[in-house]
C-alpha cells in the first residue's frame, strides 16, 4: 500500500508543477533518444547532406519539345504607308489590342502611365495624356524611333520585333488618347526612308535547332563515325567504368562527339573542369559534379579509349 502512494506521488502533476525541474527528469530520456536517432541518421547520410546532392536543374537545351519551325527566309510585309494618315477601323482595334498586350502594364490601359509595372520605375512610364517633356517627342517619326530603338536607358524597350505594321498600329492608339500633333507627309517619307517601311524587311532562313545539329555533325562525318563506334562500345561492356559512364551521361552521342571536336579536351583536368561547369551541354546528367577524383581519372580515360 505503501509502495503504490509513493509511485502515485512520483507521477502526481500537481507536485511537478510545484517543482517544475522534475519535469526535466520525466522528459530526457525522451530527448536523448530522439537526437541519438536524428544523430544516427546524420552519420549515415553525412555524403549526401554535405555534397551538393541537389538534383541540378539544368534541361537539356536540345531535349525541348518545341522546335523552331523550318521557315523560308522572305521579307516582313510591307507596310500599308495610307493606313497612318488613314487608319481603318480594324486597324485601330488591333492597335488598341497590341496596346493592352504590349504596353499597358507599364503605360497603364488608359495611358495615364500608371500599369502595374510602372511602380518601380524612374523615370516614369510616359503619361501619353500629357505631350510635353518628352525624351524622343509625341511627333510620329520620334514614337517610331522610340519603338524601333526603345530607350533603353530609361526602362523604356525596344520593340523592333513587333512587325512595323504593328508598331504603327499601336502608336495610333496612342494618339488616340490626347490631341496629337498632325502627321505630316515629310515624317512619313523620312521614316519611311530610314526604316524601309514599304519595302518590307528582308528576314533569314531558319531552320530547326536540331536539324541544325544533324547538319553540323554530318558535315563531320569523321567525328560522326568515332562517335558511333564508341557508343556501341560503351553499350556491349559489362565493367564497373562502362557501367559508370552509361549511368552518369545524359546523352551518350553528346558526350563522345563534344570530347572529340574539342582539341583542348584532351587535357584531362580541363575537360573535368568544363563538364562540371556544364554538364548537360557536354552530355552528362548534373550529378556527374559528385564524382570522386579516382572515378573521373577512369571515366575520362575510358572515353578517351573508346573514341580510339
Ligand atoms: C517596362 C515598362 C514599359 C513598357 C512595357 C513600355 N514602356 Fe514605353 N516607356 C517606358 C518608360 C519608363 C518611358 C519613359 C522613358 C523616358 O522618359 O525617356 C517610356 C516612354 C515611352 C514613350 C515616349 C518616348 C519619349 O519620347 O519620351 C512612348 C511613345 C512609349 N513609351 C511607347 C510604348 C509602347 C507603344 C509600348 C508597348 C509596345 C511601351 N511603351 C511599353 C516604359 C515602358
Redesign the pocket.
Known amino acids: 500500500m505503501e509502495r503504490k502512494n509513493k509511485i502515485e506521488d512520483e507521477i502526481s502533476f500537481s507536485e511537478l508543477l510545484k517543482n517544475p525541474i522534475r519535469l526535466f527528469g520525466w522528459i530526457y530520456p525522451y530527448i536523448l533518444v530522439l537526437m541519438i536517432v536524428v544523430g544516427i541518421f546524420y552519420v549515415k547520410n553525412l555524403t549526401n547532406l554535405t555534397y551538393n546532392a541537389q538534383p541540378v536543374g539544368i534541361v537539356d537545351s536540345t531535349l525541348i519539345k518545341k522546335d523552331i519551325p523550318m521557315k523560308k527566309g522572305g521579307i516582313m510585309p510591307a507596310v500599308d504607308l495610307t493606313l497612318i494618315k488613314s487608319p481603318t477601323p480594324e486597324f485601330l482595334e488591333k492597335g488598341k489590342e497590341l ?1 493592352k498586350a ?2 499597358s ?3 497603364g490601359e488608359n495611358g495615364m502611365g500608371d500599369g502595374a ?1 510602372s511602380a518601380g ?1 524612374n ?4 503619361n501619353f495624356h500629357i505631350l510635353d517633356g ?4 509625341p511627333t510620329f517619326d ?2 517610331y524611333k ?2 524601333q530603338e526603345g ?1 533603353i536607358k ?4 525596344a ?1 523592333e520585333y513587333l512587325s512595323p505594321q504593328d508598331r504603327l498600329a ?1 502608336i495610333e492608339h ?1 494618339r488616340s488618347f490626347a490631341k496629337y500633333p498632325e502627321i505630316i507627309e515629310e515624317q512619313i517619307v523620312s521614316t519611311d526612308q530610314t526604316y524601309n517601311l514599304s519595302q518590307g524587311i528582308v528576314l533569314a532562313n531558319q531552320i530547326p535547332v536540331k536539324k541544325a545539329e544533324e547538319l553540323i555533325l554530318s558535315e563531320n562525318s569523321e567525328i560522326l563515325a568515332k562517335t558511333d563506334n564508341a557508343i556501341k562500345i560503351v553499350a556491349n561492356d559489362t565493367t564497373k567504368t562502362a557501367k559508370m559512364l552509361r549511368e552518369y551521361a545524359n546523352n551518350l552521342k553528346k558526350v563522345f562527339s563534344s570530347y572529340s571536336a574539342n582539341k583542348s579536351f584532351s587535357d584531362m583536368n580541363y575537360y573535368i573542369e568544363e563538364v562540371t561547369k556544364s554538364p548537360i551541354g557536354l552530355g552528362f546528367k548534373g550529378r556527374v559534379v559528385n564524382l570522386s577524383n579516382e572515378e573521373w581519372q577512369l571515366m575520362y580515360g575510358y572515353i578517351k579509349n573508346a573514341l580510339n
Do not use: V
Open positions: 496596346y504590349n504596353c502594364s507599364c503605360h509595372a520605375l523615370p516614369k512610364p510616359r518628352w525624351t524622343n517627342g520620334m514614337m522610340t519603338l530607350i530609361n526602362g523604356m524597350a520593340y499601336m496612342i
